[in-house]
């Protein structure tokens, strides 16, 4: 387990010079309201959950801290009412009947829904994620909801031993989102790299990495 301050200062390294540096996304599934403030306490904005439920919880919990709820697990179609209006950010996106949903309960007097395009890169066939060649289509289908504000795309590449393997997942996730934003200039968000291999996806293109176990220490196992 890594401090914060370790974290962000290895963030910063990774970085490209003239780039942005990444934003931190502290993965917080699983762990307690407490573990959450305790990080927030230090200046962490931005948290990420998997589960609907999970997440508005420690958001009543912690609403006095007005902090920034991602959804990073995939989304049911059932529960996509329940986290067009909890969230800040929907980071699975990835198919149509999700853009209508979520644009259609994501109430009038909130600031539109930040969303990413989640891309199986590796063709996994028991990962979620649009295939990269729909990337597109899906994107055109968000710039048309108002409700919905498209900010990039989503990668959760597989977690190979070989890290050039990883790398090449990284390279392609970064063309299609140079390919993409030729057509919306505005998206400014590649998620990308996990506790393991953050640096390197930062070093290929990441705009924000998504940090769980590095920063809290390994998750409780579930149910605990
Ligand atoms: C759990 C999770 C992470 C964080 O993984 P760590 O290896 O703990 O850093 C990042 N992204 C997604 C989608 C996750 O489900």
Same mark, same amino acid.
């Given at each position: ?6 974290i ?27 573990a ?19 997440? @508005? /919880?420690?958001r009543? %919990? #912690?609403a006095a801290?007005? $902090? ?5 697990? +995939? ?36 600031p ?29 289908? @968000? /710039?048309?909801?108002? %409700? #919905?504000?498209?900010?990039? $795309? ?5 977690? +190979? ?13 970064k ?12 998206i400014?968000?590649?998620?990308m ?32």
């Amino acid at each position: 387990m890594t401090s914060l301050i370790q974290i962000l200062e290895q963030i910063r390294e990774a970085g490209v010079p003239g780039h942005p540096e990444a934003r931190l996304l502290a993965v917080s599934k699983r762990q307690s309201a407490d573990a959450v403030a305790a990080l927030a306490a230090q200046g962490q904005h931005a948290f990420g959950e998997n589960y609907v439920q999970e997440a @508005i /919880a420690k958001r009543e %919990a #912690l609403a006095a801290l007005d $902090l920034e709820w991602h959804l990073i697990g +995939h989304l049911q179609s059932n529960k996509a009412g329940l986290a067009a209006r909890s969230f800040d950010w929907i980071q699975t996106v990835d198919r149509p009947k999700l853009v209508t949903e979520l644009a259609r309960h994501r109430e009038p007097a909130q600031p539109p829904l930040n969303v990413l395009i989640q891309v199986n890169i590796d063709a996994e066939a028991s990962k979620h994620g649009c295939p990269p060649k729909q990337a597109a289509e899906l994107a055109r289908q @968000i /710039a048309t909801e108002p %409700a #919905l504000r498209l900010r990039g $795309l989503m990668a959760i590449p597989a977690p +190979h031993p070989d890290m050039a393997h990883r790398r090449e997942a990284f390279q392609r996730m970064k063309s299609l989102f140079d390919a993409l934003h030729r057509s919306h200039p505005r998206i400014d968000t590649l998620s990308m790299g996990m506790s393991e291999d953050f640096a390197l996806a930062i070093a290929e293109g990441a705009t924000m990495v998504r940090i769980g176990t590095a920063l809290f220490g390994a998750r409780p196992a579930p149910g605990e």
